[in-house]
Nanobody
Framework: QVQLVESGGGLVQPGGSLRLSCAASTSIFSFFAMGWYRQAPGKQRELVATISNNGRTNYVDSVKGRFTVSRDHAKRTMYLQMNSLKPEDTAVYYC?????????WGQGTQVTVSS
């Protein structure tokens, strides 16, 4: 079973930036397309960004041009650079495989955008 550990969240003012990390416990991580998900209070978890095992990326419209997903296979880590943050980006952010048959979810990392 792959363990995923998210980090890098925090409190930031609107317009600010954060860089999230997702560390995987095994190199099998490199074989799978991965995604960043977020869940705001009272809302369902949504997929915001994906990256294939060869680096192809996709984003939900609400974060296009502001968020950038990347991965480092050697470090078994995926990143989410978030710029121009908005209050509506406030959520707990999680990483997991892109699609179904998810690995066990990590604890997530809280991102709060507020002045």
């Amino acid at each position: 079973q792959v363990q995923l550990v998210e980090s890098g969240g925090g409190l930031v003012q609107p317009g600010g930036s954060l860089r999230l990390s997702c560390a995987a416990s095994t190199s099998i991580f490199s074989f799978f397309a991965m995604g960043w998900y977020r869940q705001a209070p009272g809302k369902q978890r949504e997929l915001v960004a994906t990256i294939s095992n060869n680096g192809r990326t996709n984003y939900v419209d609400s974060v296009k041009g502001r968020f950038t997903v990347s991965r480092d296979h050697a470090k078994r880590t995926m990143y989410l650079q978030m710029n121009s943050l908005k209050p509506e980006d406030t959520a707990v952010y999680y990483c997991n495989k892109d699609g179904s048959s998810f690995w066990e979810w990590g604890q997530g990392t809280q991102v709060t955008v507020s002045s």
